[in-house]
């Protein structure tokens, strides 16, 4: 699950068109892992510090990088 900092209260709404649907409420500099619904969701409310770039695709610890591939 990705960080997030909160920058201002957030209520993640789990079932949105439903009357018995759960909150999720983050206070004001909260920072923990959140799932990713609820990371999309605030980032386009404005609510986190800043989005976390998603994992990127990494080299191999043992690749030879000054050898061109083959």
């Known amino acids: 699950m990705p960080q997030a900092k909160f920058t201002k ?30 990371l999309d969701a605030a980032t386009e409310a404005g609510a986190i510090e800043s989005a976390p770039a998603k994992a990127a695709a990494k080299e191999p610890a043992n690749a030879d990088l000054s050898r061109p591939a083959s």
């Open 9 to 38: 209260d957030f209520d993640y709404r789990v079932k949105p068109n439903s009357a018995s649907g759960s909150i999720v409420a983050y206070k004001k500099g909260m920072s923990l892992s959140i799932p990713q619904a609820h």
